[in-house]
């Protein structure tokens, strides 16, 4: 796509800016009554219909796909277009749709059970700035497969972008079944709108991917509601790892998009005996070794502030920005700044949300699995493992018992990318539902028929 057709394309959507059927509005009383509205209509839809209309989205989202990256980028001023892209392009490629929604049936000499999925009506969901638009694509599909309506709270530095994307997904809806406003955002998302959203009446779930004070309202809410937690993953590498693998997949994981994602590998526990050959791999992979005293104090005295948190301005920043910032010299293009470092640095206890992650070498392998235990702080939210021990492996999965655990790959195969199985960008930790998609949007109802369909 060139230029001008791209330009042709953006004044499409920009065309209804500030118009009802744009689905942005100011009143969460509007908001909600629209898309109630909009709920009824969708609620008479097949099955094949609401795939329909999934198709459809994808379909008019994927020529954009660049344009969302780069006004991301621009509005946030976090992470990179490149990996922007991939992120867009695997929330609207491998979200599943209504082939989620999976039938149990029970039958017997008494008769037969059956099991199914039904919409819950109006959802309220809240995102993040880190993932804004992946998250409200992937959450979108999810909850319209699952036949519900949507009001999207983006967070406030991507406003933007994300009224720019559900204008895009509301007229893929009203091209395909003529229904209005089914996904609508709000124009102002402060913290006093978002809570009025979350107890509206006509509000019957609230799902919520970010931080950890719009999950507290959320859980107050009294609707139910899906909560993704903090994390802070964490990788293995013992020393029967494949170093050379080890070492590129974690980089693309702690590297994407600047390390920005949830499930990124934010520390590394290496077994000492294998610690010097796995850093060798590592430089191999555009990284920036520190292991002296002074580049440490520089990075830490720029990334952490005096109160012991991260310093927000260099979330999402390139390695080479914030080594320049440090005060720290390098010609080359680096993808990851890794510290050699012990457990207690707050490069290991923080969710930095950036490219610098920290080393800490362990005695053993027991004493990487406590100590990976330990950084993760039992969040349950992510972690990896490098080793050729199915004992290792099991050992490690059972006592993290992290709601995505990625064995022998990148962090990012969690989730589907260059990997297995669906696609999510809500990890439901604290509430519990793991990966969530369509079927976790929906409720599940028993109806029973007496006497019949029983057939063995």
Do not use: W
Not at 122 to 141: D, F, K, Q, R, Y
């Amino acid at each position: 796509m060139n230029t001008a057709q791209m330009g042709e394309l953006v004044k499409k959507y920009l065309t209804y800016s500030g118009i009802v059927r744009s689905g942005v509005f100011c009143s969460v009383n509007d908001a909600v009554a629209v898309a109630q509205g909009a709920y009824t209509q969708y609620a008479r839809l097949t099955l094949n219909e609401r795939q329909e209309v999934i198709n459809a989205i994808k379909e008019e989202l994927m020529p954009m796909v660049n344009v969302i990256a780069k006004m991301t980028v621009e509005e946030t001023g976090m992470g990179n277009v490149e990996d922007k892209i991939e992120k867009l392009l695997l929330a609207i490629r491998k979200t599943p749709g209504v082939e989620d929604l999976i039938t149990e049936v029970k039958t017997g000499d008494s008769g037969m059970t059956l099991y199914e999925l039904s919409s819950y009506g109006v959802i309220c969901a809240v995102h993040p700035c880190t993932n804004p638009c992946a998250t409200l694509i992937s959450n979108t599909i999810g909850m319209l497969a699952a036949g519900n309506a949507v009001v999207h709270v983006p967070h406030p530095r991507t406003i933007k972008v994300s009224q720019f994307v559900t204008e895009m997904i509301n007229v893929a809806i009203r091209d395909t079944c003529g229904i209005d406003n089914l996904v609508v955002t709000l124009g102002d998302t402060s913290m006093a709108v978002t809570r009025e959203l979350m107890t509206h009446p006509d509000i019957s779930m609230v799902v919520t991917t970010g931080g950890n004070g719009v999950l507290r309202e959320a859980l107050t809410s009294g609707k139910k509601v899906i909560g993704a937690g903090p994390g802070n993953p964490t990788a293995i590498v013992d020393e029967t790892a494949d170093l050379t693998k080890a070492a590129r997949d974690i980089v693309q994981g702690a590297s994407f998009d600047n390390n920005i994602m949830c499930i990124s590998e934010k520390s590394i526990v290496v077994v000492s005996k294998t610690a010097d050959e796995f850093i060798d791999e590592l430089k191999k992979n555009k990284v920036y070794y520190v292991n002296n005293e002074e580049e440490m104090l520089k990075l830490t005295s720029a990334t952490v502030t005096q109160d012991m948190g991260v310093n927000k301005a260099f979330e999402g920043k390139s390695a080479n920005e914030i080594l320049k910032v440090a005060g720290i010299s390098c010609n080359e293009d680096i993808r990851l700044i890794v510290v050699d470092t012990i457990k207690h640095h707050p490069f290991a206890t923080l969710e930095m949300l950036m490219p610098v992650v920290p080393l800490i070498r362990a005695a053993d392998f027991d004493e990487a699995l406590d100590t990976a235990f330990e950084i993760e702080q039992g969040f349950r939210h992510t972690a990896t493992i490098h080793s050729q021990s199915i004992e290792r492996l099991n050992r490690a999965a059972k006592k993290m018992q992290t709601s995505i655990f990625v064995k022998n790959g990148s962090s990012l195969a969690g989730i589907g990318y260059n990997g297995e199985g669906d696609t999510s960008f809500t990890i439901a930790t604290t509430t519990g539902e793991g990966s969530t998609t369509a079927r976790h949007f929906a409720r599940r109802r028993r109806c029973t028929l007496m006497d019949a369909f029983s057939i063995r």
